[in-house]
T-cell receptor, first 116, second 112 residues
Framework: DAGVIQSPRHEVTEMGQEVTLRCKPI?????LFWYRQTMMRGLELLIY????????DSGMPEDRFSAKMPNASFSTLKIQPSEPRDSAVYFC??????????????FGPGTRLLVL | KNQVEQSPQSLIILEGKNCTLQ??????????LRWYKQDTGRGPVSLTI?????NTKSNGRYTATLDADTKQSSLHITASQLSDSASYIC???????????FGAGTTVTVRA
């Protein structure tokens, strides 16, 4: 398996522009997570899905952020409009069906976003 | 306040030496604790997962310990190699296994 796939790997955009990050989870995994990592705040969970349904979006910073999972093999995280403080590395991770709390989350390579 | 505190923030060791990283947490109730390794420019990779009933877990030269009573965990790296240079992140989950609390990480630099 190729692992979790994210695109683009790098994104540079200007403030106010729309940014769309993409993720393909590992086949067979029914949980998908979006994280943001910054030097100041470390890793933060933004939202996660189970069987394509958003379960917890309490980590989404504000209404400018939205995430969708139209099918089991694809998810998007959209920022509209983007702001410089959104600059971070955004990770997507997926996890197999529940195994009594011992599930491992497999992370993608991340998208490095810079908003000018 | 972060519920997972790691120490030291960074350390430098010589190749072949051992080192121990610390993690203290206040997440309660506690479900499991994980150690992840994150290489520069890459996503975190799971090293170990321990539930509250487990005291130790090994993965090659990595050994994690857990004391659920004192809410402390450690990650011991034996005979360090240059490839061990990375950030090591302690991650704790409560009753919702999928809402993870992350430590800030310890950056390990192994020098020849």
């Amino acid at each position: 398996d190729a692992g979790v796939i994210q695109s683009p790997r790098h994104e540079v955009t200007e403030m106010g522009q729309e940014v769309t990050l993409r993720c393909k989870p590992i086949s067979g995994h029914d949980y998908l997570f979006w994280y943001r990592q910054t030097m100041m705040r470390g890793l933060e969970l933004l939202i996660y899905f189970n069987n394509n349904v958003p379960i917890d979006d309490s980590g989404m910073p504000e209404d400018r952020f939205s995430a969708k999972m139209p099918n089991a093999s694809f998810s998007t995280l959209k920022i509209q409009p983007s702001e410089p403080r959104d600059s971070a590395v955004y990770f997507c991770a997926s996890s197999p069906p529940r195994q009594g709390g011992r599930e491992t989350q497999y992370f993608g390579p991340g998208t490095r976003l810079l908003v000018l | 306040k972060n519920q997972v505190e790691q120490s030291p923030q960074s350390l430098i060791i010589l190749e072949g030496k051992n080192c121990t990283l610390q993690c203290n947490y206040t997440v309660s109730p506690f479900s499991n604790l994980r150690w992840y390794k994150q290489d520069t420019g890459r996503g975190p990779v799971s090293l170990t997962i321990m539930t509250f009933s487990e005291n130790t877990k090994s993965n090659g030269r990595y050994t994690a310990t857990l004391d659920a009573d004192t809410k402390q965990s450690s990650l011991h790296i034996t005979a360090s190699q240059l490839s061990d240079s990375a950030s090591y992140i302690c991650v704790v989950s409560g009753p919702n296994d999928y809402k993870l609390s992350f430590g800030a990480g310890t950056t390990v630099t192994v020098r020849a």
